[in-house]
């Protein structure tokens, strides 16, 4: 294998001595095994075996083996370790032990969705936005509620302390081949938003995972908390995952000719039709739906061109940069597999010439918008919709659907129940998301 071969002299020549394998559960919280570097070739050709009945939402102790194989092309070395017995990282697919694919890997979804609309003549861009709070900790190092700062939208220093901690991250993701575009101060206090370029599927949801495991180490080295939960603060603008989607035809982004371009707007038409049932995979928290209808969040399903108050706006764009961007889902959310259900829904307006609505022009939060869908208002609301929706259980493998549903429904009820939810949900996620 001329990939294992080669990866194996780097390994060597930057004294690598550890390798993580990197996997997401079905929620899509990152998970590692470490195997030392000369394990790799038995991980390429017999995988690596875990517990999965140890992980929520993957399988059950009479069937609990799972075993890791490696993406080779994922290969990076980790900046933050030591470099003298360097430690790599590499993504991996989950398989079952007589080799079929584990129908709870998100990429493995996400790359059956995309092989799907490929073997149309259809590819894709993706590119996530996505925001974070900056946390102060306290003398034991462990993360508080006091931002570390009180800078507002696009700040700059001294009010905005946080350019030094985005720039030690941007370098960092630059070493481990990601690409961030942009970076800036976001609205709330001490929040900060980063961009990573547009990719492929896969590729652009592995920058993702890259870009939450760079800022909690990075942030942590700085001696601060970094925060994915959609809303940390009561009374703050909440985290959102802006995800950017360009629809490709023979290699031309067809969203560059939007407004008269057929497939593109069934596209869009396609995502408009499902967002609602997909919702409980891109906001999958209690405290997701306290984001919406507030600080240039959705709450209704519409679209148009430069309104930043709707659910999908189409910049003024050309080129490779044309595109629509969703504004409704969160960073808590499991990114393979809510891209999957993108491009199945996206694809489905394709296949069907879906008719896309009349563009919103005006300002969700002041207009009326009675006549517009609104989007769920609670946890318990999505999985109510998901558990009714003949889309998802036709493009999701039933065990992960009926796992997945379970748990967002027994959280719900947690949250509703609680005497104080905030407290529970910061009880509960804070440390973890």
């Known amino acids: 294998m001329p990939q294992l071969t080669k990866l194996m002299e780097m390994i060597e020549d930057h004294d690598v001595k550890f390798i993580r394998l ?158 961030p575009e942009r970076s800036h101060h976001e609205h709330g206090p001490g929040q900060n938003e980063i961009d990573i370029r547009c990719a492929s599927p896969m590729r652009a949801v592995d920058d993702f995972i890259t870009l939450h495991t760079v800022v909690k180490a990075v942030s942590e080295q700085n001696g601060l908390f970094a925060s994915f939960l959609p809303k940390p603060l009561p009374d703050e603008s909440g985290n959102g995952l802006h995800i950017n989607l360009s629809l490709l035809k023979s290699g031309e982004n067809l969203f560059a000719k939007f407004d008269t371009d057929a ?16 919702t409980v995979f891109a906001n999958p928290l209690p405290g997701s739906y306290l984001r919406f209808g507030k600080c240039e969040a959705p709450c209704v399903v519409n679209w148009s061109k430069q309104n930043r108050s709707t659910l999908v706006r189409v910049p003024a764009a050309t080129g490779s940069d044309a595109r629509m961007e969703l504004r409704s889902p969160d960073p808590s ?70 796992n997945y549903l379970r748990d967002k429904e027994r959280e719900a009820a947690d949250f509703t129940a609680s005497k104080d939810p905030h407290a529970y949900e910061m009880a509960r996620y804070f440390e973890r998301i």
């Open 22 to 179: 990197v996997f997401c559960d079905i929620f899509g919280i990152p998970k590692n095994i470490a195997i030392m570097a000369d394990r790799l070739p038995q991980a390429v050709e017999k995988g690596i075996s875990f517990d999965a009945s140890a992980i929520s939402g993957f399988s059950n102790v009479e069937e609990s083996d799972l075993f890791l194989f490696p993406d080779l092309s994922t290969f990076a070395l980790l900046p933050w370790r030591p470099s003298e017995g360097c430690v790599a990282r590499l993504f991996c697919h989950i398989r079952y032990p007589d080799g079929r694919p584990f129908e709870g890997d998100g990429r493995y979804l996400l790359q059956a969705a995309q092989e799907k609309a490929q073997a149309d003549g259809y590819g894709f861009l993706v590119g996530p936005e996505c925001e974070f709070y900056l946390f102060e900790t306290d003398e034991k190092g462990a993360p508080t509620l006091t931002p570390f700062d009180k800078a507002g939208y696009l700040d700059v220093a001294p009010m905005d302390k946080g350019e030094n901690v985005r720039r030690d991250i941007c370098l960092t993701l630059e070493e481990m081949g990601v690409h």
């Open 263 to 278: 497939d593109a707007r069934a596209f869009l038409a396609g995502i408009l039709r499902r967002i609602v049932e997909i």
């Open 333 to 402: 959310c499991n990114l393979y597999l809510l891209t999957a259900l993108l491009l199945h829904a996206g694809m489905e307006g394709v296949a069907e010439g879906l008719t896309l609505s009349e563009a919103f022009d005006g300002n969700v939060y002041v207009n009326d918008v009675a006549g517009f869908e609104a989007l769920p208002d609670s946890l318990q609301s999505a999985v109510e919709l998901a558990k009714n929706s003949a889309f998802l259980k036709r493009v999701l493998p039933e065990k992960l659907l009926c």
